[in-house]
């Protein structure tokens, strides 16, 4: 785009007064609808403090289209933006009808409603008297009228823009890094061999292949290898945006606009004939998508306002600095942002909702059904190839398309590039228990609980060698012991808090009941119970066992409790 242009259209129509005329015959000009003024207010404001804001500023409207963009201007004042061209058609009598001072050139077209007025102007008026205009010399024709004023305002913009193109500071160093990157002069033996294997390999899918697809080509290569493979995304998605992209652009490999036009005029016009013809109609296409501006650019052919705007989006977050494709559309033509808006698009699901990620990994891929992350036109029928009555699929020929991709890439990269030898680690000795899976338990703390305490480090080494003596086949495994920071017991242990006096009377009530033979077997399972709440270890010996072992019954909890410590006595008796 050139400069910033927007029109506002007014009340009833999106283009009366010829607002929509003047910004499709502007390169990059974009129209809305008065009330969405607001909207291009935070843009300007948002570009203009990243730096990043176009010139020239020019705004033009309707009715309530011109009001918006005084509006806008006055805005703008407040905050000291200069609005360069201000093109004001009919004004009607809105709260905003004064053209300040931050305006340079207000050019006001009038035959009806409101004339503007100033407050602190100092700029340019240029006044067309609309009716008088067509008294003397146009005729009374409201056709005429419009095209006066569309001719006028179009000259002017055109005149103050010169078809200068301006980029953002950042942008404009990543795209002479590219130009750079793909110069042959500047080309190292690696990338010429990189070249030579690659295109060799793609030829056959290419046919001919002019030297406009192989720069494009290295361009996008470039952009993957550069942004995109440094944050962890593997040549799967390189392939797939090759031969996207080989099916977008009819293997230009370059970004183009929708219908190849030159301009947007041209591409407009072209468009409006498909619709015209009725061969829009026979695709399937309900409505005329393009009128807004936001028809297919670049080398996804980005369509309609929602991707441009989603672009911006993820533009921002992928590389930080902003990039307003809305207001920018013809941004999609520049290559390295194609190309990169094309990866980040795949990878975020920015057409579809569907994310690369869903079809294709570092281990497998389906190009096929990834081809719906992009279009819908998966299973549109194309042609019978063969001659043999079946029809190949829009899906199956892109899908074919990226896997050449894919074998040309590996290929090349299996040319360039040395894979190292990787010495295998030496096998490590078998696991010994010479002491009755001592150390196997010691072992198994060293790896998972390096930090535990010497006391609890007993615990559950004691813990391990009895479930080991009660499931014998069960596969090894470390309880997690989680220790509160209580204070610690004349033994050193960290313990839990008790858990008062449910805890004892439950372990009373159930050891009293056992299914014992004698009354006293069942009296002295009670006193070995108190006995645990006695120990000074007692509490977390219980608790222990119930967090292996919820299920288990009074007399087995009992029994594994005393066991657990006479067992860590007994360790360190061994260790001794």
């Known amino acids: 785009m050139t400069g910033y242009t927007a029109g506002f259209s007014g009340l009833l129509s999106t283009g009366t007064g010829g607002t929509q005329d003047i910004a499709t015959s502007i390169p990059g000009a974009l129209h809305y609808h008065h009330y969405q003024w607001r909207y291009i207010l935070k843009n300007i404001i948002q570009l203009n403090k990243a730096g990043n804001l176009p010139r020239p500023l020019c705004l033009f409207g309707h009715s309530m289209g011109a009001e918006a963009v005084l509006e806008i201007a006055d805005e703008l004042r407040r905050i000291n933006i200069v609005v360069d061209y201000a093109g004001i058609i009919d004004l009607t009598f809105g709260p905003v009808t004064k053209a300040g001072n931050n305006i340079k050139l207000l050019q006001e077209f009038h035959s009806q409603f409101q004339r503007v007025s100033f407050d602190n102007f100092q700029g340019t008026h240029e006044y067309y008297n609309l009716d008088k205009i067509m008294d003397d010399n146009i005729g009374h024709s409201e056709a005429a009228r419009l095209d006066f004023t569309q001719n006028k305002i179009v000259e002017t913009i055109t005149s103050l823009t010169k078809g200068k193109t301006v980029l953002p500071a950042e942008l404009s160093k990543m795209v002479i890094e590219a130009g750079e990157a793909i110069n042959p002069a500047n080309e190292t033996s690696v990338q010429t061999k990189f070249n030579q294997v690659f295109f060799s390999a793609i030829r056959p899918t290419f046919g001919a292949i002019s030297p406009q697809a192989v720069d494009g080509t290295m361009m996008i290569i470039h952009a993957f290898d550069t942004y995109i493979a440094p944050k962890g995304y ?220 010497l006391q609890n480090r007993e615990m559950a080494i004691a813990m391990e060698l009895m479930r080991r003596y009660f499931e014998p086949d069960r596969p090894p495994e470390i309880p997690t012991i989680d220790l509160q920071p209580n204070p610690s017991t004349e033994a050193g242990f960290s313990l839990p808090m008790p858990k008062g006096n449910n805890m004892l009377a439950e372990m009373f009530s159930t050891t009293l009941n056992l299914k014992s033979k004698t009354t006293l077997t069942g009296i002295f399972s009670a006193l070995a119970g108190l006995a645990l709440f006695v120990l000074p270890e007692g509490n977390m010996i219980v608790d222990l066992v119930r967090s292996i072992y919820p299920d288990v019954d009074p007399g087995s909890l009992l029994t ?14 061994l260790e001794k």
């Not at 594994?560 to 008796?573: S, V």
């Open 234 to 453: 593997d040549d799967n998605l390189l392939a797939f945006v090759l031969g996207n992209v080989f099916n977008e652009t009819g293997k230009r490999m370059v970004p183009v606009r929708e219908t190849n036009a030159k301009t947007h005029a041209g591409a407009m016009a072209a468009l409006d004939n498909w619709w015209d013809s009725g061969g829009a109609k026979n695709a399937g296409v309900k409505s005329r998508y393009w009128k807004d501006g936001y028809y297919g650019r670049g080398l996804f052919q980005e369509t309609h306002l929602s991707n441009y705007s989603k672009g911006s989006v993820l533009w921002e977050k992928w590389f930080v600095f902003p990039l307003d494709l809305v207001i920018n559309p013809d941004l999609f033509l520049n290559p390295i942002v194609s190309a990169l808006s094309a990866f980040i698009g795949s990878i975020e699901g920015k057409y579809t909702g569907k994310k690369f990620s869903d079809f294709c990994t570092n281990s497998e891929r389906d190009f096929v059904s990834a081809r719906s992350m992009v279009n819908g036109d998966i299973n549109l029928r194309l042609r019978d190839v063969d001659g043999d009555g079946v029809v190949e699929k829009m899906g199956d020929e892109i899908g074919q398309v990226c896997e050449a991709f894919f074998g040309a890439i590996s290929k090349a990269r299996g040319a360039v590039y040395t894979v190292p030898t990787l010495t295998p680690e030496p096998p490590k000795p078998p696991m010994i228990e010479p002491i009755s899976g001592i150390e196997a338990a010691r072992d198994m703390l060293d790896m998972y609980v390096p930090d535990l305490k």
């Open 560 to 573: 594994m409790g005393l066991g657990l410590i006479f067992g860590r006595d007994a360790i360190r008796k």
